[in-house]
């Protein structure tokens, strides 16, 4: 996916993705695209959040789709919603190199002990 995170902090987490090699048969960035940077960047923020010795695991994600990407790369911000004890909600925003909204999502979290090694 190519996806790089370049700020990461319990309040806001960064990521870009390129475009290319991420299209749908049409040309378009794929919308599965937009979903897998959504739920990176906003699980980042969740695991942030949680600290150590626990983890984040999605557990609801809801994108919608504003305008196509063809080239270059998008960028996802995920800033918090909700950040409780046992679940975590972020709002994500994706846009594209012009800084046009190309995707609003919101990502679900539950926050739990992270189990032992085996």
């Given at each position: 996916m190519?996806?790089e995170?370049?700020?990461?902090?319990?309040?806001?987490?960064?990521?870009?993705m390129?475009?290319?090699g991420?299209r749908?048969?049409?040309?378009?960035l794929?919308?599965g695209a937009?979903?897998?940077?959504a739920?990176?960047?906003?699980?980042?923020a969740?695991?942030?959040?949680a600290g150590?010795?626990r983890?984040?695991v999605?557990v609801?994600?809801?994108?919608?789709?504003?305008?196509?990407a063809t080239?270059?790369?998008v960028?996802?911000?995920?800033?918090?919603?909700?950040?409780?004890?046992r679940?975590?909600t972020?709002d994500?925003t994706?846009?594209?190199?012009?800084?046009?909204?190309?995707?609003?999502?919101r990502?679900?979290?539950?926050?739990?002990?992270?189990?032992p090694a085996?």
């Amino acid at each position: 996916m190519g996806i790089e995170i370049t700020e990461w902090d319990p309040d806001r987490v960064v990521g870009t993705m390129p475009v290319a090699g991420n299209r749908q048969p049409y040309g378009l960035l794929h919308g599965g695209a937009n979903a897998v940077l959504a739920e990176t960047v906003g699980s980042v923020a969740a695991a942030l959040h949680a600290g150590d010795g626990r983890v984040a695991v999605g557990v609801d994600l809801s994108c919608t789709h504003h305008r196509a990407a063809t080239s270059g790369s998008v960028t996802g911000v995920a800033v918090p919603l909700h950040r409780g004890r046992r679940t975590a909600t972020y709002d994500i925003t994706i846009t594209d190199e012009h800084g046009e909204r190309t995707c609003s999502a919101r990502l679900s979290c539950a926050l739990r002990d992270q189990p032992p090694a085996s």
